[in-house]
C-alpha cells in the first residue's frame, strides 16, 4: 500500500501539473508526500482494510477501501492546508489522488484474488462436474466445493432448464444448456 498510495499521489501531481508547473510543485509533493501516506495508511487500518483475506477479496471490501481513502485523503488535506497555508495548495491534486487511490488499492486486491481464481482453476484435476442449476443454489454448490481445497472435481460448467441463461457465465463457468441436453 505504501508503493500504491505513493504512486496515487505522484499521478495525481502529474495530471494536475503539466511541464514546468510540475517541476515548480515537485517540492512541494516531495514535502507533502510523507503526510499523505501516513494519514492514508493510518486511515485503512482504522477502518478494517487490513482485516480482510486478500484472496477473498469481494464487492463489500470495496466500501471498505472507500471510506479508507476518504477518511486518508480529507485528513491528509486538512493537515498540509494547515501546515502549508490554504491560497496556494491545489485542492485538486487530492480529488485525483483520492480517485487513484480507490482505483489503484481496489485493484491490487482485487489481482490476488483473481490470480487465485486463475491458478486453482488451472491446477483442477480429476472427475468432470457438471452442476444441475445456476441459481442460488449452484453457486452454493459451487462455493463447497471449492471450500474443500483440493476437490477430487474438474469443474465443467452449468446446466440449468432456463432457455434464457443458456450460454451465458455463471461465476465464471458457462451455462451449457439445459437438462435435456
Given at each position: ?154 469443474m465443467i460448467g452449468y446446466i440449468d432448464d432456463d432457455a434464457g441463461s443458456h450460454r451465458i457465465r455463471v461465476h465464471g463457468y ?8
Amino acid at each position: 500500500d505504501l508503493c500504491v498510495v505513493s504512486l496515487a499521489y505522484y499521478a495525481s501531481y502529474r495530471l494536475r501539473f503539466e511541464g514546468e508547473q510540475f517541476e515548480q510543485h515537485f517540492p512541494e509533493f516531495l514535502g507533502t508526500l510523507p503526510t499523505v501516506i501516513a494519514c492514508q495508511l493510518i486511515a485503512l487500518f482504522v477502518v478494517g482494510a487490513y482485516r480482510g483475506v486478500w484472496n477473498l477479496f469481494s464487492l463489500i471490501d470495496t466500501v471498505v477501501f472507500g471510506k479508507g481513502v476518504l477518511l486518508g485523503t480529507g485528513a491528509a488535506l486538512a493537515i498540509v492546508l494547515w501546515l502549508h497555508g490554504t491560497e496556494d495548495y491545489s485542492r485538486t491534486v487530492f480529488v485525483i489522488y483520492a480517485a487513484l487511490a480507490f482505483l489503484l488499492l481496489g485493484a491490487s486486491r482485487a489481482s490476488f484474488r483473481l490470480i487465485g481464481e486463475f491458478a486453482s482453476r488451472r491446477g483442477q484435476a480429476g472427475e468432470r462436474l457438471i452442476i444441475y442449476g445456476a441459481g442460488n443454489a449452484g453457486a452454493v454448490a459451487l462455493r463447497a466445493i471449492r471450500a474443500n481445497g483440493r476437490a477430487p472435481y474438474r469443474m465443467i460448467g452449468y446446466i440449468d432448464d432456463d432457455a434464457g441463461s443458456h450460454r451465458i457465465r455463471v461465476h465464471g463457468y458457462q451455462i451449457l444448456g439445459g437438462f435435456a441436453t
